[in-house]
């Protein structure tokens, strides 16, 4: 095996030619206490926004007023408390300043949430553990960032899980991840960056990720085995984790669960039960006795108040149900912007940011036959509904069928494959478990020679770890232009 | 190796021995022969890399034209094989040339630091790693040669110069060596990634022997009069201006190298013994340095003897009122210019620091903490004005009669005994909008109402943020949380969301008003508020390092579930003893490839990881973090030493275990990697 690391990979996006001329004109934006300047950026163009004065917030993370931001394939808002004055650079697609906001409801969740927390820590016992529900492009996304940095403000260590495969948080898409946050999250990079090898200016997170492999987490069966193992992972974190644990955790979930059929929520349910302590005995060996105890519901009255019902008046473990309201920034975000979004994100996982592609990975020529790839098996990918008898007992059940073994073949090119922490020979179960240790991405696969060419993010060799290929997200075929 | 690899390799040879001088013909037959072979790459690097070593030294010059001419015309796959053991390469050749001839191995080094001329590929020639240590050593070399011969006292003329350093003039490729070849005809157009723009005949300068980079002998101002003392001084003085105005615009990469490289200098000032004649090396070196900087010079090559002529490029727009290094040195003019314009930023320049504090920040931030902070290291900046000029913040005049201040405590007793049930206010309020009111003035006298009504000071409802008094030394936010819980509680309900509460949003502002200027985190105005803002501005400058993009640095593999759930996050602002212990245990295991050991002693040093029986001498490396030669990869188990790669495999056995069975060997490499490598502490960052 050899590390290629003169490989040519100045990744250069589409048409980053125009950008730079747009970029020295400036105009001034004055914004009026409690408003927001919305605006939307392609993934050509480049929106710089820099703070004159005043106070100004980007999703909830302070601009420093020194720093020039730059905003790249990008929907959000610059939201002041105080007033300010902004100078931004560049074209957007789309801009305007809005005066109603969501921002003191948010604010208010932010401040009751810190009263538990205060609550917590005098009591050594677990901060809030809220869910955020809702249907797509809600805000959900968009509010945990808020409660996130805002918790950060207060010195607070929140643990972040995201349950949406559609988004990575710190990782690429299709993976679910969760991290404890402290210091700060970054106006441009939002979540931040896993670890590198090298000092990193962006702040750098470190994410606990597990593989799902599809889009939609109402498509398949792994996507509650992978709940349950991410609910231990973290419950077992807050056992030891005092910082954290009287923070608490917020789940970011897709809006695919908030559909519901016939009023019954699968997923949340399951998402609700796992992450509380009915699951007995977390790793550390302790009892757990920390459950889900608030769910945000953006936007949709009815799922508030079927979830309402279901949770807000039980007499064990009632749940605080509570309904925000969708900010009227949130845009409806297409497939095809959601699809340049999740190339964005694989690109950045190996060559850092967009802006500056810091990172060197490398390229590793491999035999065939070093690679295990275990492909996301037909059946587990069948809509549930199509199997009557398939209830919670069945997802636990041993079954050799979760993936099938395949060999690296032409048709699995530009494919990212997640490097589990599981060897080739353990069980299928311990294959889906099995935390993430990375992602490599298949360049080239050459049959006839047995060959496969594979980029890296680490020079090293490739481990022998179980590969898993799912079919989300999908190939990514310029990956290397 | 294969018969037709075997075949290839010895006509390679012979054409290699007939090398004897730079002719452009056989380096242009070499690279035809290397490109229409790269399945044979492997077999011929190791020709020409034997070569290299085996023939006379003033042979050994061409034939390192022919590895740049091979490397920068067909690439890849030669830049892996010949770039594995280039530090060996070039570092075996260099310690047998004659001055002339490491002056042009340094040309070559230093185009191997950029991509190659015109083409599409922005990646430099061999990857950063590689030359970085090539780089070190040489620096080391000078290092040494200078003192030996100062010691000696003798005229400094043997010395290996300093490569010209005007690289941002004309682009340094131009000077590179390597003839012309015969244009795009080497180019493969179906591979993507082979450099398709080969540098046109003109790009090449000529040889660099017939041309050695142009230094002008600059006869020497008597050096009679230096006082280290004073050198001292001016030096910290620059240093602490430059870091003043560095944190005022952090973005400036140009000040942050400036900064870095002084401090450098300033650690060799006084670390080493520096006869007279090097100290006014380094007054030349201050005097260089007042202008941006060019980007090589981070390395402040420390004793430059033959101090060069100081030419402002066009680029540094130096005023023309600049002495030239021989000239006389204005310090104050010099100083005048780091400054950056005061008007530019909302940050006034930070007053001068001491050298001691500069050197503690700088060296070991973790000491902070246990320093008295009279001197004040940190100044507070400036608060932020927070509220704008060119905005109208809603400021509604308070109601004398509706601020309850002597009905405080009965409004309290209220608040407590009204719990989860509404305050008694609160049935007014669905009347109010649900959202605040479009229009500035309209959410802030709604506010202002409630915030009357509830008692809480006045200032935190105007957008006002409070300043902190200097009585205030417990920190503000839990005292906001703590004291006035009460009458600030929010109900966890639909309705409760939708009331407005901007006096909470002090909290999140006025209770810390001291910003960081650059990522907007804000601290308190405390003595710990300060201590971590100083903390984090260490932080900012840390991971600011100009060298960083230039390290070839790559993404991580997460850390395992296990390992994840011990692990505890750093604040940046966090005392770094707190932070550096749990961070370097997961660390140290992270990344085998990264691990070392010092080489071994003679003995030791042949013998093969038992693993792969493959030895180490391709590790080798100069370790800049350990000070010493080290083998990378690599990893010392009961007195064996094992490539770390290797022994990482071998320690997970056949089946790697469950995700949440504790890594054996971590505790071992703790104890045998005894230096905390501090550039590996992913996580500090
Ligand atoms: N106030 C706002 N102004 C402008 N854009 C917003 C605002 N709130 C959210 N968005 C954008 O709307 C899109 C959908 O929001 P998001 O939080 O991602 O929703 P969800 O997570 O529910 O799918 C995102 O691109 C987000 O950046
Ligand atoms: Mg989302
Ligand atoms: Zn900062
Ligand atoms: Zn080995």
Redesign the pocket.
Known sequence: MASLPGLNLAAASAEPANLTSTSTETRQQDLAANT?Y?FEVSFSRTLTIRLRTGTAEFFGTELGPSTTYSFKGT???IYTWHGCSLEIGGEAESEYVAEE?TMMSYANAHFALEDLRDKAMQSNEAGPRVLVV?P????????VRILTSYALKMERQPVVVNLDPREGMLSVPGSLTASAFSGILDVEEGWGSSPISGPSPIPVKMPLGYHYGLGNPEEGKLYKPLVTRMALAVLSRLEEDKASKHTGFII?TP?SISHGKGGVYENIDHIVSEFSGTCGVCFVGKLLTISVNIIFV?GSERLYSDLSRKYGHRSEDPISVVRLDK?G???D?DEAYMKHFRQNQIHNYFFGTDAENTLAPYSLVADIGDLTIFRLAESSAVDPSFRPGDDDDDVYAASKNIYEKVNPSSAMQNSLLAVTTASPKDPQEVIRDASVQGYIYLIEVDETKKKVRVLVPQPGQLPPNALVLGSFPEVVPDLLN | MSNASAEVAADFRDALQDLKINSRPEISNLTIIAKENTEHAQAISHELENHIRTTRPEWKLPALYVLDSIVKNVGTPYTVFLGRNLYRTFMDAYMVMDPANRRAMDGLLKTWKQPVPESMDTNPVFSPEVTRDIENALIKIRTVTVQQQAMAQRTPHGLPPRPASNPMASGAWRNTPTPPQGGPRHAAPNDPRVRHNFPTPNNYGQLPVATPPSQVPTPQPPVTSIDLESLKADLAKLIASTRGAWEATPTDLALAQKLKALMDLQTVLNTQTIPPQQLQAIRTQIQALSPPPPPVQTYVPPIATTPQPFIPSPQQAAPPSLPPASGGFNLAQLLAQARPPVAQTPTPTQPTLSLADLLRRVSSPGQMSSTPVAAAPFPPPPHFPPVPQPVATPTPAPAPTLTPTTNLAQLLAQMTKSGSAPPPQVPQLPQLPTQPPAGSSAPGATDWLLNALKGVPQMATTGVLPQSTPTASTPMTRQASGMTAVPNSVELTTASMKQPRFHLIARLYGAKPNICATCGRRFENSAEGKEKKARHMDWHFRVKDPDATKRGIHRSWYISEKEWIEYREVDESAPDTANSAKAAAVTLKKDPKEQYVHVPADAARDAPCPICLEKFDSNLKWHTDANDFVWMDAVNVNGKVYHATCWDEYSKGAGIPAPSTPDPVLGKRKADIGTPVSGKKVRAY
């Not at chain 1, 797509?136 to 509010?143: M, P």
């Open positions: 927001e919305r929907k959000g808002a906001t809702g797509d492009n809600s805000g959900k996304t968009s509010l970011d809006g953006l900010s920034g949130c845009v975000r």
